[in-house]
């Protein structure tokens, strides 16, 4: 072995978390879209939840279908 050659060591994985370091804006701004995208979820996960809630309901009488389209009556 020539003493003169230098071995590099290997370098450590990059861990997944780096990007909070390395980039922190670009890294909340991707945690604030993901956070608006599972807000909307919630919200139309409970909207249609409740519309299957009245539809089911014992007084199907009462239901009445809402069009959220922003037709007419």
């Given at each position: 072995?020539?003493?003169?050659?230098v071995t590099s060591s290997?370098?450590?994985s990059p861990s997944p978390l780096?990007?909070?370091?390395r980039h922190?804006?670009?890294a909340l701004a991707?945690?604030?879209?993901?956070g608006t995208g599972l807000g909307f979820r919630h919200?139309?996960?409970?909207?249609r939840?409740?519309?299957a809630a009245q539809k089911?309901?014992?007084a199907q009488n009462l239901y009445v279908s809402v069009d959220r389209s922003g037709g007419g009556i």
């Open positions: 072995m020539n003493p003169s050659r290997p370098s450590p780096r990007i909070f370091t922190p804006r670009l991707g945690l604030a879209l993901v919200i139309s996960s409970t909207y939840d409740n519309e089911n309901s014992a």
